[in-house]
């Protein structure tokens, strides 16, 4: 058993079921181990989550870097193609479930520290969104209003995503990008 596939276990029950309704013994029978062998790879129940989570928002951050300029032909399709590439909940859905429960409702023993990594991830990630912003305006402040902008679409779209089906949350996510780049005239 590696500890790969410990962290696969855990990830797909936690995003089932979230932090407090996972047990240990759990993950490990479906990771198809005894439980006291999780403690040869992780310290605490606490230890395993957090190294997930932080490893889905270095995926994510991966994920945010990976669109290159240069592949689009105006800033508006290079922005088009990061936003569509951040509201794909249809690519990893139990990451992307992790993610959402994990960011919407930490663990109470873990919320201090997951806003601090959750800090760290979008000051990374907004400093990626405002180069790509520099090529449409230098104003500052449309700039920043069109980050916080896309975080409220980014996380009503998360949900809206589970409510609805995918016609309509297409449309739903086509309104809300029409939206942003309102925002940058």
């Known amino acids: 058993m590696s500890k790969e ?26 990771a198809g181990i005894k439980t006291p062998s999780i403690y040869a790879h992780f310290e605490s129940k606490e ?3 957090l190294t997930i989570y932080r490893e889905v928002m270095h995926e994510e951050l991966a994920n945010v870097k990976a669109e290159k300029r240069e592949n689009y032909a105006t800033a508006e399709e290079y922005l088009k193609a990061f936003f569509y590439a951040a509201t794909d909940f249809e690519r990893d859905p139990e990451v992307r479930r992790f993610f959402q429960r994990s960011v ?10 997951m ?4 800090a760290r991830y979008e000051t990374q990630a907004f400093e990626k969104i405002a180069v790509l912003l520099d090529e449409v305006t230098h104003d500052e402040a ?4 069109w980050i916080r ?5 980014l996380d009503g779209l998360g ?27």
């Open 5 to 30: 596939t410990l962290k696969k276990a855990a990830l797909t029950l936690f995003s089932e079921k979230g932090y407090d309704g996972t047990a240990l013994s759990e993950i490990a029978k479906r």
């Open 47 to 49: 230890e395993l989550y």
């Open 104 to 113: 919407y409702y930490p663990p109470v023993s873990l919320k201090d520290k």
């Open 115 to 118: 806003k601090e990594e959750l």
């Open 142 to 145: 449309k700039k920043t209003r």
């Open 149 to 153: 902008v896309f975080y409220a679409f």
């Open 159 to 185: 949900v809206e995503h589970e409510l609805y089906d995918l016609e309509e949350f297409e449309k739903r996510r086509k309104s809300a990008f029409e939206a942003l780049v309102l925002l940058l005239n």
